[in-house]
């Protein structure tokens, strides 16, 4: 009996030790492992507090802004400007001497029925140069997407999440963004929830008039990203407006 009982004791701190030491290795693996990818609501605050804390960053570079705009592949206004955030932390852009390109002038006696015809190339030409400038413009109203316009977005339940490259990259669509019907596409890479571009579908005046929108962000060495590269095109105009951003120095 004694022999017994002294079996069963071994045999019960045996099955003490093992169960410990299983508990041991259950909980290793379990602090092992890989910790869940970010939901969908998670990346849209990180891609926030991202363009958040970039914004704040840029306000301590200055910068060359390049515009070129061009009309059935023909190059039509080139401008630059030197970019900077004033003390009232609004971003000024000024002129730099030589950056745009100098119009044709005609000189030399005209016919009545050329003067008309001048008129009329002139307006057209005024038209073109107003449509020019709305398409600039619609470029800055989304470069660089605001943070506050995503959440109304994603409040709204506007957004749609689309794996671009599995593991890779992700993109993140956020429609009715600033006008109705448009799209705001930004792409995230998932290893480092880093910006990799943004994309845009929308229109000037009205819908028929569409206009695509692609960016490529860039990387400071301080981790600021800023917008690099933009193209506008405007297919119903056929005109193309490209801006680089390039030179930042503190």
Same mark, same amino acid.
Not at 4 to 32: E, H
Not at 47 to 69: D, F, H, M
Not at 90 to 112: D, I, N, Y
């Given at each position: ?7 069963? $004791?071994? $045999?019960l701190a045996t099955l003490c030790i093992s169960l410990f030491l299983a508990g041991?290795?259950?909980? @290793? ?15 849209? &605050? ?13 306000? /301590? ?10 009309? *059935? *592949? ?6 630059? !400007?030197?970019?900077?955030?004033? %003390? ?13 390109? @100098? ?5 030399? =006696? ?7 015809? &001048? ?9 073109? #140069?107003?449509? +020019? ?5 619609? $470029? ?6 605001? =943070?506050?316009?995503?959440?109304? %977005?994603?409040?709204? *339940?506007?957004?749609?999440?689309? +794996? ?28 480092? !929830?880093?910006?990799?571009? #943004? ?7 009205? =819908?028929?008039? /569409? ?24 297919? /119903? ?9 390039? *030179?930042?120095?503190?």
């Amino acid at each position: 009996m004694k022999y017994q009982g002294k079996s069963a $004791i071994r $045999i019960l701190a045996t099955l003490c030790i093992s169960l410990f030491l299983a508990g041991k290795v259950l909980s @290793q693996d379990s602090s092992t492992q890989p910790a869940p990818p970010p939901t969908p609501q998670q990346r849209v &605050a990180m891609l926030k507090q991202w363009l958040a804390a970039s914004q704040t960053q840029l306000r /301590a570079y200055e910068w060359i802004e390049t515009t070129v705009i061009s009309k *059935g *592949g023909e190059e039509k206004a080139r401008k630059q !400007n030197s970019c900077y955030y004033g %003390v009232d932390g609004k971003l000024q852009k000024v002129p730099v001497a030589g950056g745009t390109s @100098q119009e044709e002038s005609h000189s030399g =006696p005209m016919l009545p029925p050329a003067r008309l015809l &001048a008129k009329a190339s002139a307006h057209k030409k005024e038209e073109m #140069v107003e449509y +020019m400038k709305q398409a600039k413009a619609l $470029i800055d109203s989304y470069i660089p997407p605001d =943070p506050d316009r995503i959440q109304k %977005v994603v409040n709204a *339940g506007n957004m749609a999440v689309n +794996m671009i490259a599995p593991g890779q990259r992700v993109r993140l669509d956020f429609k009715n963004y600033l006008k109705s019907g448009d799209v705001l596409s930004v792409d995230i890479e998932l290893t480092t !929830n880093r910006l990799l571009g #943004v994309a845009v579908s929308s229109y000037i005046e009205k =819908p028929s008039d /569409a206009v695509s929108l692609n960016v490529s962000m860039g990387v400071l060495p301080d981790g600021t990203i800023y917008t690099a590269h933009s193209t506008l095109n405007a297919a /119903a105009k056929d005109v193309t407006v490209v801006v680089d951003n390039t *030179g930042h120095r503190r």
